[in-house]
């Protein structure tokens, strides 16, 4: 029996002993190098594991100039919507075999030049950034300062350069009204109405592209509230006059599941007396209604 090996002495070398093969094999084993046959590969990683040898990837990726990790900074990390994006990247940094250091800005543009600062100074590769409410072109402007490459997601700041990845707002909003009108609701309202940022803006605009497109009476906004919440006393206004409302489109799923118990106090039956559609596709909005 091969006596074993303290992991913090071991080396490379010490593997390629171990395996029988030499220490520039053992690395392309490292590199999953497709040169190296699979017999040898297997008795390699054999030898890593009994030997409890671990890759010194910061030493290689220093060689390369890189770090291998990702920062991934989120505008408000308590939205449960947020936490699909964030399997999403991992699951794409787990195929490359990057790993990534997450923030949260809480919607604070001073909090959010914090954390990438912090990011930076961990050498992160690049950021992934979904822009706090009230940003502008002073992110941009110190992404480029601190030679951050960068994608925005969801959100944009308006007139910027670079790679964007979010979806067609307007046009979600816009399908949910056909969809409404096709079920012969008529008074639809947008409950959570924003423009704090593209997103915000994109999903109000679309609403009202589609109302005058169907010819729909124009009601007011309900404007969005803090944390998940709406102005309930506009709705309620809505209720006690005419025309009264018989639909809501809701910024988000989380305003819609509000909605649902504010329909509840006013004895309204969900999908027969008042229709509500949200967005996002949270798990959450899946739940049988209220009654």
């Not at 072109?137 to 490459?149: F, Q, S």
């Not at 994608?151 to 007139?159: M, S």
Request: hydrophobic share 45%.
């Amino acid at each position: 029996m091969k006596k074993s090996v303290h992991p913090a002495a071991v080396s490379l070398l010490a593997v390629a002993k171990e395996a029988g093969v030499s220490r520039a094999t053992a690395s392309l084993v490292l590199r999953d190098s497709p040169l190296v046959a699979e017999p040898t590969r297997e008795r390699v990683r054999a030898a890593m594991a009994r030997l409890g040898y671990i890759y010194n990837r910061g030493a290689a990726n220093l060689r390369q100039n890189r770090t291998g990790t990702i920062g991934l900074v989120l505008s408000n990390i308590a939205n449960p919507f947020f936490s699909s994006l964030t399997a999403g990247v991992d699951e794409a940094n787990d195929a490359s075999g990057a790993i990534c250091f997450i923030a949260n800005s809480a919607e604070s543009p001073e909090k959010q030049s914090r954390q990438i600062r912090r990011l930076r100074e961990h050498n992160v590769d690049g950021l992934i950034i979904c822009p706090a409410i009230g940003s502008d072109h002073t992110l941009i402007d110190e992404l480029r300062l601190l030679a951050l490459p960068y994608v925005q997601v969801l959100r944009e700041i308006p007139g910027s350069e670079g790679d964007v990845v979010s979806v067609d707002y307007g046009l979600g909003i816009e399908q949910a009204v056909a969809y409404l009108v096709a079920m012969n609701r008529r008074n639809i309202v947008f409950v959570g109405a924003m423009e704090t940022h593209s997103a915000a803006q994109a999903r109000v605009e679309g609403f009202r592209r589609a109302i005058r497109h169907f010819g729909l009476a124009e009601m007011p906004l309900v404007e969005a509230m803090g944390g998940n919440g709406y102005n309930e006393s506009a709705l309620d206004a809505l209720f006690d006059s005419g025309p009264r409302p018989d639909a809501a489109i809701c910024y988000n799923d989380l305003i819609a599941l509000t909605l649902f118990h504010h329909l509840g106090r006013r004895a309204l039956k969900i999908g027969t007396d008042f229709a509500v559609v949200g967005m996002d596709d949270l798990p959450q909005a899946k739940a049988p209604t209220l009654p």
